[in-house]
């Protein structure tokens, strides 16, 4: 069975489920496999954009089930439900010998219909804390596969295998893997897609107190934060790149000696993967974030606060300390250093 097997990647709902679902699905089909990908709405053209060639692609009905309302509960779950019975139905005539799984609940109703037919079934979990659908379709499951070294949160009688196999990165960043700290004074202030209102407050005064004036800032904010950010630092002489989007960000991760932001899943693993330094501050309301980051901190890379104790005496304080330190910042680097195989080593589970 080998040979030529028809595998169905389930995905959906964000990016951070979409990306390691297509670079899977993408070196499956260079072995020759043949891959279906379902997925929502939401991200259904990332999807198209972003397949092999000659895979297909499946539109699945389901929305989050974390609405406030009863209402939209209730019409979630009916949308899981019913793509479940199709997907069900669909199987009847054309069953998959895998399912693999990336988390989200579009991923629910092809994990549910697979374990109907008995189809070995592999869920990915991109966070150091199982997020609730895959918590949910954890009891369908034969091997659960890991961003990080450990999981919180995964229920104590659960059958499923738990393998670490690491998170999907773009090229980009692979053939950046463990590449030395450039010592250019540089560093990167990110907030992701969001930005981050506190970063934008903190962050800047921070610098502009730290002794150490030659210091190059690259700060990616929401784009209505963009002009006033950028008078700041010319009012106060710091060199800043100011921008909404940053386009090459294995290059700007590559260029800092340390970067400022956020801990979602990518971002943890991306700085793992090239090896920097940084001070992580979690979204407060993201449980994900806080487990992603304390996940980092242990391998002595860098600093975790929380929103509500990051306070610019005590940034500027450190930052000073490492921009005088440079042994210090290279400690850091080599020790945040993670080799990433996930791709690898998602195949070869699938596999076995």
Known sequence: MGDNMKIWIATGGTGGHVFPALSVATELAKRGHKITIS???RVLNMVKEGKPNKSKTVYVWASGVGAKSKIKQMIALMKI???ALALTLRFVFNRPDRMVAFGGYASVPAVFAAHLWKIPTYLHEQNAAIGRANKFSLRWVKTLMTSFQ???GLPK??????????????ADFLNAANSPLKHENKILVTGGSLGAQVLDDIVPIAIRDMKNKKIFVTHQTRPEN???LQRFYAENKIHANVLSFVRDMAGAIIDADIVIGRSGASTVVELETIGRPAILVPLAINPDQAANAE????LGGGFVVSQDKLSVKWLSSVLDDLFDNSAKLDKMASKSYVPNMAVEKIIDTVMK
Request: cysteine-free; proline content about 3%.
């Open 226 to 228: 963009v002009t006033k």
């Open 81 to 83: 439900g019913l793509s």
């Open 39 to 41: 997925t929502d709405g």
């Open 157 to 170: 009688q659960t059958k499923a295998n738990v393998v670490y196999t690491g998170l999907p990165v773009r």
């Open 150 to 152: 450990s999981v919180d």
């Open 295 to 298: 996940s980092y901190a242990k």
